[in-house]
């Protein structure tokens, strides 16, 4: 056993995290066969992700303010901290801290068997997109 040394925050770019979004890495692979990634990510009051989807599916742990986690058929969730979310593999979704609260989310996601093809990027979300049709 070993004590993995902190990386740095990253402030995510943004072209996929619109507004400001801080990623922490928590454990990446460690190995060939290991294929886990997870981070804490904070995003500011109003931030969001681009659309997106995931190879193999994303779990979303809410540990502080209210996410809002949209679906392309218009459907707006909000989740609160102690609450987790799934996103099925390939379902196309964003990720948002709801106006005038920080938000912070821990997420789980498996490296495809293409790694660079874990998670694919979207256009940005609209307004419209962000508060549900």
Known sequence: MEIRPQKPTILNPSEQFPGQVWLDLIATPQTDDQRVTVAKVRFAPGARTAWHHHARGQFLHVTEGVARFGTRDGKVIEVHPGQTIYAAPGEEHFHAASQG?????I????????????TTW?????DED???K
């Open 101 to 105: 609260t920080f938000m912070e989310h």
């Open 130 to 132: 962000y508060n549900g």
């Open 107 to 118: 997420a789980i996601i498996e490296a495809a068997d293409d790694p660079t093809k874990s």
């Open 122 to 126: 979207l256009e940005q979300i609209t």
